[in-house]
């Protein structure tokens, strides 16, 4: 019986599928990823973050509407500030850049504007979804860029808990909207992250068809236990997975103030024309 690939076992522990993987280095460093929350305060390499927007750039862009923006916060006190709006979480203070991955559907508002063109598609929830994709995808291209130039990277989705307070910090006009942050900097050898594992690969795989698997057991195939291996080796409460997704998504309080993300759109000047209409 062949044994699973190193990189395999680390991204999916018992789980792992025992097959052959292709060599190359796009495939290693995906299968390599994690998120990074140790930092060391050392200053990025030299025209680090035109490289990463150069690669987030690269990706792919719905109808090349490339319906997103960047803010890159360097300054300690722009870090700070941000740091105490996310959490705090800390390690904001000390790497020394983050990008705020923004929907920008102000541009195509400002370009319409001036040639007196309406521009009545803006105000539907598929594009504000198309502007949060783009983002997203392109965000990623830029963690996979750090990850080549020996940085880090972790993802901020608490950029959202106050979104009025990260706009104002950011600057952000009408029509746009913070959706996640990105920490960059250079990984605290002492404190290396290791592969989280994943889901079995029969929890997310569906051939041809989705079928719901019909038990607990079924349905995350003993993630629960690798999980809770993972949690102990880093030092961190042990915990069941089936047991954080529901903790996680409790109830409205959980969100940690990303309940109101409606109400901060439409402050923001998001319009959403296809909303049904509600009964009073
Ligand atoms: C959109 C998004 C938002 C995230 N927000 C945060 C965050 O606010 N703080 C944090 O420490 N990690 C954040 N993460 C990182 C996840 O916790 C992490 O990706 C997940 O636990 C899997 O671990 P790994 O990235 O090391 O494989 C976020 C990840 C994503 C994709």
């Known amino acids: 019986m062949p044994q699973p690939h190193a990189a395999l076992k680390a991204r999916y522990g018992a789980a792992a ?38 690669a987030a750039q690269s990706a792919p862009s719905s109808s090349n509407l490339q319906t997103w923006s960047v803010v890159a916060v360097q300054s300690q006190a722009g870090r700070d500030r941000l740091a105490a709006l996310t959490g705090p979480q800390n390690h904001l203070r000390t790497a020394p850049l983050v990008l705020a991955f923004l929907a920008d559907l102000s541009r195509i508002a400002r370009i319409a504007a001036r040639s007196g063109r309406e521009a009545a598609g803006l105000g539907y929830l598929d594009t504000f979804l198309m502007a949060v994709i783009d983002a997203a995808l392109a965000a990623q291209n830029a963690v996979l860029a750090a ?16 979104p009025e307070a990260v706009a104002d910090l950011l600057g952000t006009p009408a029509h746009v909207f913070p959706v996640f942050g990105l920490v ?17 690969q029969a929890s997310v795989l569906h051939l041809e068809r989705y079928h719901a698997p019909a038990d607990a057991a079924a ?8 999980l809770r291996r993972f949690q102990a080796s880093e030092g961190l409460p042990p915990i069941d997975w089936s047991q954080l997704v529901i903790d996680r998504l409790r109830d409205p309080a959980a969100l940690k103030g990303r309940h ?21």
Not at 153 to 158: I, K, N, P
Not at 219 to 226: C, S
Not at 260 to 280: K, M, N, Q, V, W
């Open 184 to 200: 960059v900097g250079r990984p605290d050898p002492a404190r290396p992250a290791a592969v989280k594992p994943r889901l079995p």
């Open 260 to 280: 109101r993300l409606y109400e901060a759109l439409l402050g923001a000047g998001f319009r959403f024309d296809d909303a049904p209409a509600t009964s009073a």
């Open 17 to 54: 599928p025992a097959i052959p993987l292709d060599p190359g280095p796009v495939l290693d460093a995906l299968l390599a990823q994690r998120s990074v929350r140790h930092f060391l305060p050392d200053a990025l390499p030299p025209h680090a973050l035109e490289q990463l927007v150069a």
């Open 147 to 162: 990850q080549s130039l020996g940085l880090g990277t972790v993802y901020l989705g608490a950029l959202r808990n106050q």
């Open 219 to 226: 349905e995350t195939g003993g993630y629960d236990a690798e």
